[in-house]
Each structure stands twice: as C-alpha cells, then as structure tokens.
C-alpha cells in the first residue's frame, strides 16, 4: 500500500545539505504541480547547492534555462548522481481540446478522469511530491472556456470543487496502480492560502510585503477548503505529519515565498525567490 504523506507542519531544525544529498545519492526527487511546487523545487535546489563547492558541477539535463520555462526541468547533481525534477502539471490531470461538437464556448477540457500524459517519466522516482488547488477556481477555468470533461462528454454543470474532488481520485488511483510503494514515497503538499494583502492579484494586491509568520490568531485564515477535499479523497493513505509544539504551522505563515529572499546563482542560472501566490 502507498503511504501518502501530507505537508502540515515542520519541525524547526536547521537543514543539512551534505547528509541530504548523501542519503539521496543515486535517486530522483519529483516534484509535480503548479508554480507552488516549482517554487519548492527551486528552495530544494538553492538549499542542496550550498553543500556543492564547485557549483558549475549542477547542471540541467537537457541544457535548458530555467527562467519563464513552463515544463519540464531536471537539475542533476553528478557526484551524488541525484537528479532534482520539476514537472508543470498545475491540474494533475490531462486538459486538452474539446471533444468534437462540444459547444462554441468550451474551448478546451479538463479531464477529470485521465491522469496527466507525462506521468510514464514519474514512475520509479525515489520521492515524488504533488501539489494541486490553485489553478481550481473559476477564473482559470469556466471564465476562461475551459469546462470539465469525464467519460469523453463535456460536463458543463460540473463545479470547480466536485471536478477537483474527482481529479484527486484519478491521482490516487494512478499512484496505487503505478507506483511501488517499496520504492517510491509520495507527498502530496496541502493547499495554502492565498495571502494577497490590499487587493487581489489583478487589481494591486501584494503577496511579497510580508517576511514574517502571523502572530495575531484573530488573523489567522481558516483551513482552505481544498485540503478537506484532498483528505477525503486520499483516504487511508494518508499519514499525517506531527505536529509538535515548536512546529512552523506553515498555514499560517503570511507569506510563503516573498521577494526579501535571495537569489542563487548555479551553472549561470539565476534562482530567485518569486512569489508563489498562483
């Protein structure tokens, strides 16, 4: 059986780059989802490169830049013969073109049903970490002509949620079906809330003016209610986190990833610390 883990909490500890990359030497680590996991791909690099003294040693796989890319990238640490993945999949599941006589304004399908077409490569990864939920809303799907699709038939009465509760029972179903739970440790990184302040993000909000953990509870956000549809739908998969009392509750952080982090320079490519707020 797959024992998913989700991110809840974390003990506050300082990181050991060195004893991380030795105990994941000859392993993939796969992150996969949308701009929140890239971003935790991105501190995951910028973390494991300090321990690297030559850093021109880091490479990505296929030669490409990292910057504005929107697909797949693959850094590779040689000594350790680790390679560090990022796959852009901010649905999960596949979305595609409208089957034929859909009505004009369904322009593309989410397939609730059929799980993403890159998921052949995340077979046999050491660690794989999903994440889903921002893309869910309204504004990036039905406002955009984009629908809901299960069975081959165009669903256009489908709701956001009930279309994202049943996406997580097609990624569950795959991991059961493709995954070897001997081999493979699956997270799946729980939603977190939008923390735009003075606005939204297309009318002058700022996600980046906060640097540190909310201490008002009055304040504090309630739990996003995509998280209770990754429960019910993981099911006794899941096995949850500790949360002990000195633990970073990181829902309720302000801000996860703002502009007062650094950048980090590897092989000529240039990772910066960008709000992760869509």
Not at 13 to 39: K, M
Not at 49 to 54: G, H, K, M, T
């Amino acid at each position: 059986m797959i024992t998913v883990f989700l991110f809840l909490a974390i003990e506050w500890f300082r990181f050991n780059a060195s004893d991380f990359l030795e105990r994941s030497r000859n392993g993939r680590i796969v992150f996969v989802g949308d701009s929140i996991g890239r971003n935790q791909w991105e501190s995951l690099m910028c973390m494991l490169s300090q321990a690297i003294p030559n850093k021109s040693e880091i490479y990505e796989v296929n030669g490409n830049s990292i910057t504005k890319h929107k697909g797949f990238l693959s850094m590779r640490f040689p000594r350790q013969n680790l390679t560090v993945e990022y796959h852009r999949t901010p649905f999960l599941v596949v979305i595609g073109r409208p089957p034929d006589k859909s009505p004009k304004d369904v322009k593309t399908t989410v397939r609730v049903d059929e799980f993403n077409w890159q998921s052949k490569r995340w077979v046999g990864s050491d660690v794989l970490v999903f994440n889903s939920g921002h893309w869910w809303n309204e504004d990036k799907t039905v406002l955009t002509g984009c629908y809901f699709e299960e069975g081959r038939k165009v669903n256009k009465t489908m709701g956001v949620m009930e279309a994202f509760e049943k996406s997580l029972k097609t990624w569950k179903s795959w991991v059961l079906e493709k995954l070897d739970p001997d081999k493979s440790y699956v997270f799946f990184r729980s939603y977190s809330p939008v923390h735009y302040r003075n606005g939204t993000w297309n009318t002058g909000g700022l996600c980046d003016a906060d640097i540190e953990p909310e201490t008002d509870k009055r304040k504090m956000e309630p739990e996003p209610s995509h998280n209770e549809y990754v429960y019910k739908s993981s099911g006794k998969m899941v096995i949850f986190l500790g949360i002990e009392s000195k633990a970073l509750l990181l829902m309720f952080l302000k801000t996860v990833a703002t502009g007062a982090y650094p950048a980090y320079q590897i092989h000529g490519m240039r990772f910066s610390m960008r709000n992760s707020c869509q």
